[in-house]
């Protein structure tokens, strides 16, 4: 199931930002610059051309290994619904960071906290449920639940690609098209 999914969001992840569908390539550098904890704002080790490539792959890869995971559950042979044991430490290290991130995105200047003050309800639901999804995946993780931090692994994915093509925040939702047109008349 894992390549199953991983498929499905390593595919709609990759063709979203290297086609940089609505901007999602510029938004999706933009927002790793906000979460990363020791960078400097405005230094770029990696521009969006180097993330739109890095996307091309996944784009490229990603249907394969959906189709090889689908293959996989048509014969069954699709792994089992728990995971082996993972140590607890290793949970309480992946808690602990997954709050920091989490912290640092509700904070004042944080990309959460942006996209929930500038959002509609849809982006709302989906600040939410990318926050709710992080926690869930660490709990899942923790409890050794495979195919439910698969899910929510998966609705947290869906989720962000929600934020990726929305609008920006504090912009209007229009994408210029119509002002192109009527100075054409």
């Not at 890869?61 to 619904?81: K, Y």
């Not at 920006?168 to 994408?175: E, H, L, N, R």
């Amino acid at each position: 199931m894992f390549s199953v999914a991983w498929g499905v969001f390593a595919t709609a992840l990759g063709w979203i930002v290297a086609t940089d569908f609505r901007g999602a390539a510029h938004r999706f550098h933009t927002w790793s610059h906000a979460v990363m904890p020791f960078g400097s704002v405005g230094v770029s080790f990696v521009g969006v051309g180097f993330l739109r490539l890095l996307a091309g792959v996944f784009a490229l890869a990603g249907p394969v290994v959906l189709v090889s995971g689908l293959m996989d559950v048509w014969r069954g042979e699709a792994g089992s619904d728990s995971l082996p044991p993972v140590p607890a430490w290793f949970v309480v290290v992946e808690a602990a960071i997954v709050g920091v991130v989490l912290r640092r995105a509700w904070q004042r200047s944080g990309v959460l906290r942006r996209e929930w003050d500038a959002g509609n309800g849809l982006r709302r639901a989906a600040v939410a449920g990318l926050t709710a999804s992080a926690v869930a995946f660490v709990v899942t993780l923790g409890f050794g639940w495979g195919t439910w931090m698969i899910v929510s692994w998966l609705a947290g994915g869906l989720c962000g690609l929600t934020l990726l093509l929305g609008d920006q925040p504090g912009k209007p939702s229009d994408t210029g098209l119509a002002s192109a047109d009527s100075s054409d008349s």
